[in-house]
Nanobody, 120 residues
Framework: VQLQASGGGLVQPGGSLGLSCAAS????????MGWYRQAPGKRRELVAR???????NYADSVKGRFTISRDNAKNTIYLQMNSLKPEDTAAYYC???????????????WGQGTLVTVSS
């Protein structure tokens, strides 16, 4: 299972940016998908997660500013980030809990990080 993330970049404080992440490969089923981020010198932290049924949860620091959504047919998630702050600067990683065809267990798969820089 491969995860391909895109959409990072440089944005000014108060601006908006969107990320997307598509899972592909020999996928039988995908459960939860989510976004995590890691700033320099800090631990990786949850940003937002979404279940296959559409239930979401967010880090307190992004509630009301970020929105996670999902297209199950495409095994793709999106993260719309509004009112960005300098402290949102980090490498953002997508994650999918998925079951491969021919197996009976679920594993967390990670995409490559995409860098988001919020700076004037």
């Amino acid at each position: 299972v491969q995860l391909q993330a895109s959409g990072g970049g440089l944005v000014q404080p108060g601006g908006s940016l969107g990320l997307s992440c598509a899972a592909s490969g020999s996928i039988f089923r995908v459960n939860d998908m989510g976004w995590y981020r890691q700033a320099p010198g800090k631990r990786r932290e949850l940003v937002a997660r979404i279940s296959s049924g559409g239930s979401t949860n967010y880090a307190d620091s992004v509630k009301g500013r970020f929105t996670i959504s999902r297209d199950n047919a495409k095994n793709t998630i999106y993260l719309q980030m509004n009112s960005l702050k300098p402290e949102d600067t980090a490498a953002y990683y997508c994650c999918a809990n998925a079951r491969r065809i021919g197996t009976f267990y679920y594993t967390d798969y990670w995409g490559q990080g995409t860098l988001v820089t919020v700076s004037s």
